[in-house]
């Protein structure tokens, strides 16, 4: 028999992933399980939307537009328009979920060994895609103690090669809940001239940013227009993953043709889905309000839980939906694993994201979990509490952390 | 400014992409252009389908699984039992439209560099997925005169190389309308297995075939089960090419795992699609009795015009919904552009697919075209009519062959 292609077998398996089938049996012995390990918000679209949906009338679902229906395109530019941006449907190319935007970004602007520098931790899959692209990851460390904030100029630069043809940023990042503002972005942008590299942006979670933090959007990037590629999400904006619908944003006409040329192979980006991205952008601004205030209340919920344990170290998000957080354990992926196996707190367990799936250096992420705050609040408040019980019981604790600060004191 | 990749400036572009705005200014010049350059069928999805759609009450879209959803996998599998092959929900994995099966089965057997096998004339796109994934085609010649057959074994053993991994086979063929039976794929088997290939089969057609010629599907192929992988289609299946939901199959699971990772890197195909899709599978076979009717009446009435043209040379198609035309032409791209900009026939033209499009030999398919009969019938006679009038009045002819059969006898 054939073998699998190398590429194949070395992709990119997430490690919750192989966490799937332990999870199912969990669930057959009776026990709840939390999910707080997938970004899956549970809102659902504006209602308007559904309404509309309901209504439709049409003969036939033929291919549409390569780069997208213009009538999507053009009732997304009236609403980047409303965030302060002049977009024209001509600089959109809309995509398969921002995951298409992102692997067709990367085939535009890098060849086949080339390198894109991306901060570390980053969203996993970002390393699936650049494998399918033949790009090579360069990652350069952000850090727990300062917030995740973007490395100094003169660190980045270091880990510029001859290959590089881009940096990825993911803002408001995730994992780390990180918003990059626009005084952050700008400190960049000597070295993307300097080197000329492109710049990705993926932005699939701009909706979600609290306390009023001055999001920077690169859109309008004084002087390197040229240079951005922002990736947008429907999906990930009316919290409707399974639309897959997204985008590619570039002022640069040259990437937009090379972008669309890829668009064109696959025909169209799926059509229901834009029918219904194009109905939600309809609806109005207090889907987002009420949307934002509940993700707050959640982040604000979990943060007062944590803030007692001392050996739960965390950053409260700026944006997002997603808590990065340092435990004192050796192993993240043994213990998202034991939390299904063996951990069980009033017949429940929780599920979370192990740190190690979010590095490409080895030896990262052990002591780092990830959690998405997608469950209502009186559940979030009985998957904290598993947690925070599981660390009193889990026997492979970084026990130096845990002399210096003893659980629950 | 930096450049783009060297891939993406030299992604395939279908000819008919430069053709585009010339039709866009003939229509402002209120000529009536018949479209029968995309296969783009004119027919809706079963109506059952819409009314089913009519009473969605879900609350919220969520990810599907990256599999596709189980629901529909399992009636994927009601309806191949209905055609007499027994396919497991486990043998699936549910794509956005064939072309992304296509991309993921060639990067789930090929690594970069290395090649697969292809008759030309090819459907265009093959060329630009081949592309993505950074492998060769080796294009092997079937011929008009004797309709578009497999070549024979000696003679594709000639064009396998060391780096081939697989032939690639699209049945029934788009573009040239041959139906490849059990037996024709019987021929190849023991060539797979002398060079140890996988056998990728595009039947997104396979709904289409006249005559009750004995379509030979490969997903039983004796023997070499292991080695198939088959592209399915429901976007053509149910005439609904924006659904964009597509599938790959086959009973390797070192495939189907493979497959499977690169589908969870974009997490889920379109969910909305699939519930479309699904609801189409309760349609009857009268639906595709209707359809297939249709087409056959247009095939016939398409060879009629033409038999009277001996300048005109077509095979009937055994399957799908184009005719592939030689012409009395030395340059099908510039008859294709001339069409629209320089011929009117009754206030109206013909758009069709230039052949060169369909080859990778250079030099290949300018004296063909391919019409898609997409069109109503009496559209379908005048554009008929049409393409018929401009062969009289076109100048760039191949002098030699309409002396020796000339226009209109």
Chains 1, 2 share one sequence.
Not at 299 to 323: C, H, S, T, W
Not at 380 to 399: G, M
Request: charged share 25%.
């Amino acid at each position: 028999m054939p073998k699998l292609s190398r590429r194949a077998q070395d992709t990119f398996i997430s490690p919750f992933r192989k966490m799937l089938p332990i999870a199912a049996e969990t669930k057959k012995q009776g026990v709840k399980v939390f999910h707080l390990n997938i970004g899956q918000p549970d809102f659902d679209i504006p209602e308007s939307a559904w309404k509309a949906f309901r209504k439709i009338d049409k003969k036939g679902i033929p291919y549409g537009q390569a780069e997208g229906q213009l009538k999507y395109r053009k009732k997304l530019c009236a609403y980047y328009r409303s965030k302060g941006h002049d977009v024209e449907p001509g600089e959109i190319v809309v995509t398969t979920g921002a995951s298409e935007g992102i692997l067709f970004s990367l085939l535009t602007i890098a060849d086949a060994g080339d390198s894109v520098l991306i901060p570390q931790p980053y969203y996993a899959n970002y390393l699936g895609f650049c494998q399918m692209a033949g790009v090579r990851i360069n990652p350069i460390l952000t850090s727990f103690e300062d917030g995740f904030a973007l490395p100094l100029p003169e660190q980045i630069e270091k880990n510029i090669s001859p290959n590089t043809r881009a940096i990825l940023l993911c803002n408001p990042n995730n994992p780390t809940g990180k918003v990059y503002t626009l005084p952050d972005l700008k400190k960049i942008v000597p070295l993307l001239e300097k080197h000329d590299l492109f710049l990705i942006m993926d932005e699939a979670y701009r909706e979600f940013v609290y306390d009023d933090i001055p999001y920077g959007s690169t859109l309008d990037l004084a002087g390197i227009r040229d240079r951005v590629i922002v990736i947008e999400s429907a999906s990930k904006r009316f919290n409707a993953c399974g639309l897959r619908v997204g985008g590619v944003i570039s002022r640069n006409p040259d990437i937009i043709e090379g972008v669309s040329r890829y668009a064109r192979l696959r025909l169209s980006p799926p059509v229901i889905g834009q029918w219904l991205a194009q109905y939600s952008l309809q609806a109005s601004e207090m889907y987002f309000d009420t949307v934002l205030q509940e993700y707050d209340q959640r982040r604000k919920l979990l943060m007062k839980k944590f803030q007692d344990y001392p050996q739960i170290r965390v950053n409260a998000p700026e944006g997002g939906f997603y808590l990065f957080m340092q435990l004192p354990i050796l192993n993240s992926d043994h213990f998202c694993e034991w939390l299904l196996k063996d951990f069980r707190h009033q017949n429940a367990t929780v599920m979370l994201s192990p740190g190690t799936g979010f590095y490409s250096s080895p030896g990262l992420g052990n002591n780092e979990v990830r959690i998405a705050y997608v469950l209502k609040q009186e559940n979030l408040k009985r998957a904290a509490d598993c947690l925070i019980e599981a660390l009193n019981v889990y026997e492979y604790t970084d026990r130096r952390l845990l002399q210096e600060q003893p659980v629950g004191t």
